[in-house]
């Protein structure tokens, strides 16, 4: 009876046996995570990281081809600054980076399709509003000035179009008052060309490249107020359409473009009002 005893024993504890109890726990383990009850998502989560060298607002933030996020320009505590700096998301750190020509808040900043960043327009520490325009190399972390923008401009959208160059469009100038007024810029030759007229002048407006390479141009501010209106781009015959009239009139707000094409508008400023709408 001992040797049949120890028989038993092997047989259930053989390599074997024990390959088929851990699969079936396994399947069981699975069953149970098909038809368990499952616990509703974990919200995301805000966490602090490395401050700026500098405290500053109305600057231009752009993420680099390289993962690292160049932030330039903007109102300081007491003055305008010419100052930028690096951000790190592998160390949440900041290291500076050369400062601009000109101090400048109000600008645009807009990533070229070689890595470069072009910064246009704005106002100066004088409040004179700027056609100046400068490139950041991130290879050689270097600034340079190439030809100036037709028009001075600030508060106006700056857009990169499929075939890498850029569309400026509307703003503001002391002299010109509020702005219908276009113009593309050449990365290759670093020059200016006119893109037309809108069909309306506005400032603080959004512009937001389509799937088909046309660009959105919505809402804004004018001497008029807030605008509902919307128009469209056509890099293809360099010419403007209007796009219908938003549910909303507002400036100061966003666009963002969804994964299916349509447009995203949120918030803004209204008819005296902060608005929480948003619209398709």
Known sequence: MKPCRQRGLNRRGS????????????????????TWPR????????????????????????LLTDGRVLVA???GSDKILASAEFF?????????????????????????????????????PTDVHLNTVEIF???????STPAAMIHKRVT???????????LVAGGYNRAEGFLDTAEIFDPDRETWSTAGSMTHKRSEGTATRLPDGRVLVA?????????????????????????????????GHTATLLRDGRVLVVGGVGKGEYL????I
């Open 15 to 34: 390599p074997r046996a024990v390959g088929r109890t851990v699969l079936a726990l396994n399947i069981i383990a699975f069953i149970l995570t098909l």
């Open 39 to 62: 616990a509703a998502p974990a919200q995301g989560a805000w966490s602090e990281t490395g401050s700026m060298a500098a405290a500053r607002s109305l600057h231009t933030a752009t």
């Open 73 to 75: 320009g903007g109102h």
């Open 276 to 279: 929480s709408s948003a619209e």
């Open 156 to 166: 106006h959208v700056s857009t990169r179009l499929a075939d890498g160059r850029v």
């Open 137 to 143: 190399d991130p290879v050689r972390e270097t600034w």
């Open 219 to 251: 809402g804004g501010d004018n001497a008029s107020g807030p605008l509902d209106s919307a128009e469209i781009y056509n890099p293809q015959d360099n010419a403007w359409s209007g796009a219908g009239t938003m549910l909303n009139k507002r400036a």
């Open 88 to 124: 790190n998301p592998g160390t949440g750190s900041w290291t500076a980076a050369n400062s601009l020509a000109t101090a400048r808040r109000l600008h645009t900043a807009t990533l070229l399709a070689d890595g470069r960043v072009l910064v246009a327009g704005g106002f100066n």
